[in-house]
């Protein structure tokens, strides 16, 4: 999956599959996470959150299931 850059200080990057409804985030320590069944609003809200960090700690995290697919270096 591609991932664009995001400025925030624990998330690398982000991005997001339409077709399976993925969304992947890379963290500051290289984590990787998948998150499932992710509407597409969320992705868009997420891109243009003032702040992508808490916008996934209070819209992502809460509400959809998730996947490690990369442990922290």
Do not use: F
């Amino acid at each position: 999956m591609e991932r664009v850059p995001l400025e925030s200080s624990w998330i690398r990057s982000a991005g997001y599959d339409p077709r399976t409804r993925e969304l992947e985030l890379e963290t500051v320590s290289g984590a990787v996470y998948r998150y499932l069944a992710v509407p597409a609003r969320e992705w868009a809200a997420l891109l243009a959150a003032p702040s992508h960090g808490r916008y996934v700690n209070l819209r992502i995290k809460p509400r959809y299931g998730y996947r490690l697919v990369t442990a922290a270096r």
